[in-house]
């Protein structure tokens, strides 16, 4: 717990409220992240949990309550969502990599266009960070000819090459086979040792046991209990969190 | 079995062969069972009775340089209709001696259109290109400069027409069509109205009705002493009434893009405009493809119907050489010809769209 001191928060969240029509989906979530902390997010599916990170970087729009990210208030400021978006890097449970532009086209298309990084660096950067996933040598084919792991790492990658200070994972590796589920955890493992803030909604128990400074469980669109990894697992205070472990755990 | 064991267990295992040689795909093919003998058999004699002397007609005893009334003793086909007049046939009253202009136009606009084919060959070289080539086609047919003696538009007629109304009405009405359906998705209900109010009324009438319109109802519009030339108001109509079958070909396309392009795409930073730019419009146009082909396929044939306005393209002068009294009566071979040249044109595209596709094609 090195990391959570006095610096301010990198996300803050505070009273968050969001409605689909008349399902409120989010129901008062308060959420402070210190620079270089990892969360884990888990609860039963619908709880909310995707929502609540999609919020981060304004793929949902709330109606109440705030998020500031960086310093920088969400609201219906496109320019605020864009510089957001820009420090927040986002993997998608179904990878969701352009399939018209080839690995290395992916990952520069970012830094080019947001960044306006001259073409040659991005390529460069594009190609540290394809190494860093260990799959450098797709660099120049299409995502349909990779598997799901591969697939999945080219997403992580895209994200890092924006530089970005926050990465949100939402299910990451429950699209995949179970043999390629390892391979992606060890490069978000990887990531994690780096240092790099991290939100994941993730059912990897054993992720969270070894890389996660905090846990948190949903449900109801609620922060229902919030604890370091070994308190978490050992000693879950809420009866809606044993059920759930013991539902996931066995 | 340990797994190389495994792995080469049936290594020499060849697909099952399924047709052997010529006559072995006659047999499976065509004589596979009594139904399909028949059939083989009624079909074959139903092309004997019409193929057969539909080409002893056209070839056998079709005359390629008699004159009107030597054709007229003779039963074969009279294609000098054609050949005698294919100078007025493909360049109308473009002044005699000039023709070598729309010539030289043409040859240029094909040679462009061939090089644009190849997927390969897209790059700012070939924008520039076309840039430099379009001034140069519009020297070619107007004329007044460089010593060129200027030629009136009234005087554009024949092939130079129908593929100026063609190839810039397609051009112009397809980015014009996406506008549209991206217009028809957007967010700013002003914009939604008036793309879907465009679209509808636009596909509402008949094309015969809007080029009416931009003929005879539009000038009255105009200010006094104001004068759109005709070619121009006939390309408008073209344009705007393609631009609204397109922007619904486009609109399909987009609909079929997953949720997750746009939000990985807007995760990154990626504005609207760069979104659409760099993510979505090129998979969702490259979907639509064979239909936008098909729409563009029959905007070039529609622009034959140009002749209502008193515009000459090729179907027109070609009509009107069965006006003369020489060759009146061999409108058959006349609109074989041009049946030929359209299809030469509209094959040429759906060739090209395949090309595209396949060159698109990405996926293993
Ligand atoms: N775009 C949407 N419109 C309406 N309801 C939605 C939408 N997205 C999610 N929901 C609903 O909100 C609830 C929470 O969804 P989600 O955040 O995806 O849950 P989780 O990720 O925890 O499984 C679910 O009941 C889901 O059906
Ligand atoms: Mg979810």
């Not at chain 1, 803050?12 to 008349?22: E, M, N, P, V, Y």
């Not at chain 1, 970012?110 to 450098?136: C, D, N, Q, S």
């Not at chain 1, 799901?148 to 992580?156: E, F, K, L, S, T």
């Amino acid at each position: 717990m090195d990391q959570t001191g006095d610096t301010a928060p990198i996300i803050r969240i505070q009273g968050l409220h969001k409605w689909f029509g008349d399902f409120h989906v989010l129901q008062g979530i308060d959420l402070d992240v210190t620079k270089g902390e990892r969360i884990v997010i888990c609860g039963p599916s619908g709880s909310g949990k995707s929502t609540l990170i999609r919020c981060i970087n304004r793929l949902e729009d709330h109606q109440k309550g705030s998020i500031v990210v960086d310093g920088i208030e969400l609201t219906t400021d496109i320019k605020n969502i864009e510089a957001v978006r820009a420090e927040v890097g986002m993997v998608f449970q179904h990878f969701n990599l352009f399939p018209h532009l080839t690995i290395l086209e992916n990952l520069a298309l970012g830094p080019i266009w947001v960044r306006k990084t001259p073409k040659k660096e991005a390529e460069e950067a594009a190609m540290y960070f394809l190494e860093k996933v260990h799959i450098a040598e797709q660099a120049y084919k299409y995502p349909g000819q990779l598997s799901g792991g591969q697939q999945q790492r080219v997403a992580i990658a895209r994200s890092l090459c924006m530089k970005p200070k926050v990465m949100l994972f939402d299910e990451p590796t429950s699209a995949l086979d179970p043999e390629m589920v390892k391979e992606v955890l060890e490069v978000m493992i990887q990531l994690a040792q780096e240092g790099i803030t991290m939100l994941v909604v993730t059912h990897e128990m054993g992720f969270a046991k070894s890389v996660a400074h905090r846990v948190l469980f949903m449900d109801f669109g609620q922060v229902v209990e919030q604890n370091t990894p070994v308190d978490f697992f050992d000693h879950p205070r809420h009866e809606r969190t044993k059920l759930f472990l013991s539902q996931i755990l066995h | 079995m340990d797994a190389a064991d495994l792995k080469n267990r049936f290594a020499d295992m060849k697909p099952p062969r399924t047709r052997v040689g010529v006559l072995g795909w006659i047999r499976t093919n065509l004589f596979g069972g009594w139904l399909s003998s028949i059939l083989t058999l009624l079909i074959l004699f139903v092309l004997y009775k019409t193929a057969v002397p539909f080409l002893k007609w056209a070839l056998i005893d079709g005359l390629w340089t008699a004159t009107g009334a030597q054709c007229k003793e003779s039963p074969g086909a009279c294609w000098s209709i054609i050949v005698r007049n294919i100078r007025f046939i493909i360049f109308g009253f473009f002044p005699l001696d000039q023709h070598w202009r729309p010539l030289a136009a043409m040859l240029l606009l094909f040679g462009l259109l061939f090089v644009s084919q190849y997927r390969r060959f897209w790059n700012r070289r070939l924008a520039w290109a076309w840039g430099a080539g379009l001034v140069v086609m519009g020297v070619l047919l107007k004329g007044g400069i460089l010593g060129l003696p200027a030629v009136e538009t009234e005087k554009w007629s024949g092939l130079p027409l129908t593929l100026l109304l063609s190839v810039f009405g397609l051009t112009a009405a397809y980015p014009l069509g996406v506008l549209l359906a991206l217009g028809r998705q957007s967010n700013m209900p002003f914009i939604r109205i008036l793309s879907v109010l465009y679209i509808e009324l636009i596909r509402g009438v008949p094309l015969i009705s809007l080029l009416f319109m931009s003929s005879v109802m539009f000038p009255l519009f105009l200010p006094e002493g104001v004068v759109i030339n005709k070619i121009l108001r006939a390309q408008m109509a073209i344009i705007l009434f393609t631009a609204a079958y397109i922007a619904e070909v486009v609109r399909g396309g987009l609909q079929a893009m997953p949720r997750g392009q746009y939000e990985a795409a807007e995760a990154l930073g990626l504005n609207y405009y760069l979104t659409m730019r760099l993510v979505i419009l090129p998979q969702a146009l490259k979907i639509v493809i064979p239909p936008t082909v098909s729409i563009l396929i029959s905007a070039f044939k529609d622009t034959s119907l140009v002749v209502i306005i008193a515009l000459y393209d090729v179907l027109k002068t070609t009509q009107a050489r069965l006006a003369d009294p020489e060759w009146m009566g061999f409108s058959s071979e006349a609109y074989i010809f041009l049946a030929v040249l359209y299809f030469l044109g509209c094959f040429s595209m759906s060739h090209f769209s395949r090309r595209l596709e396949r060159d698109l094609t990405h996926e293993h």
